[in-house]
T-cell receptor, first 115, second 114 residues
Framework: DSGVTQTPKHLITATGQRVTLRCSPR?????VYWYQQSLDQGLQFLIQ???????AKGNILERFSAQQFPDLHSELNLSSLELGDSALYFC??????????????FGEGSWLTVV | AQSVTQPDIHITVSEGASLELRCNYS??????LFWYVQSPGQGLQLLLK??????LVQGIKGFEAEFKRSQSSFNLRKPSVQWSDAAEYFC????????????FGPGTRLSVLP
């Protein structure tokens, strides 16, 4: 158990809909990352938040957005869903202190199926 | 930008045999290097990491990896593979201490024959 909790574990929804994925980081971790894993694209970095603020942005679509709340949990919002958005979405967290040798710990993922 | 390659998409070994999974990175300086394992239907679990110091690092589950600067490689090894090691293995590289620019390789799927 990495200590990173993601909900829901499985989600099936229709095209055009909107879903929210939730992540609770490890206790004490200030950074939260979101990754998308699909068969054709592999593991893709989407976005990182550090202590409530966006820190880095990767290959995240404009239809997707995220935020990190004061209690450090994070949500990834996916809207206007398309079939190609079906994937496993991972949340990860880390302490992110300078000089600490940053290690990222992953949750078990949220399986999203768009039908 | 840094990149990671894992030349082998799929490897099959017999139980008890030795294993080496290859990882090569492209980056101008010394990166932070990681190996993660993903079992079917599971998240990614950290096996080991290299930040500095001894270039041979020991990880969990009997795995080790060696950083070779001259070859830009960070190959994962295990002397005797077990059935339970069948999984997807990802090499990753980070170029700073803050976790951003954390790039994964495409993964190597390991199958283990009884």
């Amino acid at each position: 158990d990495s200590g990173v909790t993601q909900t829901p574990k499985h989600l099936i929804t229709a095209t055009g809909q909107r879903v929210t994925l939730r992540c609770s980081p490890r206790s004490g971790d200030l950074s939260v990352y979101w990754y998308q894993q699909s068969l054709d694209q592999g593991l893709q970095f989407l976005i990182q938040y550090y202590n409530g603020e966006e820190r880095a942005k990767g290959n995240i679509l404009e239809r997707f957005s995220a935020q990190q709340f004061p209690d450090l949990h994070s949500e990834l919002n996916l809207s206007s869903l398309e079939l190609g958005d079906s994937a496993l979405y991972f949340c990860a967290s880390s302490v992110t202190l300078q000089g600490a040798g940053n290690t990222i710990y992953f949750g078990e993922g949220s399986w999203l199926t768009v039908v | 930008a840094q990149s990671v390659t894992q030349p082998d998409i799929h490897i099959t070994v017999s139980e008890g045999a030795s294993l080496e999974l290859r990882c090569n990175y492209s980056y101008g300086a010394t990166p932070y290097l990681f190996w993660y394992v993903q079992s079917p239907g599971q998240g990614l679990q950290l096996l080991l990491k290299y930040f500095s110091g001894d270039t041979l690092v020991q990880g969990i589950k009997g795995f080790e990896a060696e950083f070779k600067r001259s070859q830009s490689s960070f190959n994962l090894r295990k002397p005797s593979v077990q059935w339970s090691d069948a999984a997807e293995y990802f090499c990753a590289v980070a170029t700073d201490n803050y976790g951003q620019n954390f790039v994964f390789g495409p993964g190597t799927r390991l199958s283990v024959l009884p």
